[in-house]
């Protein structure tokens, strides 16, 4: 699985709240399937992926960040 990256970065969202974003969510995913007993078969970082290109996530960046990569 190899996403376009331009298709995650809309909105011009920093390359590190991505990666960021991404991983917090996998956590949460192997954390909830583990309070349900659940076997994961696919990896998180997989569905963490996804649920963002679907746009069931939306990354919000502190204003910090979008002032330190000057797209404010």
Known sequence: MNPDLRLLLRGN????SL???TAKRAR???DEAAEAGEIMEEKP???AIDELLSREYRIVEPDEIRKKDGKD
């Open 13 to 16: 969202i920093s390359r590190y």
């Open 19 to 21: 990666v960021t974003a």
């Open 28 to 30: 949460e995913i192997v």
């Open 45 to 47: 970082i997989s569905l």
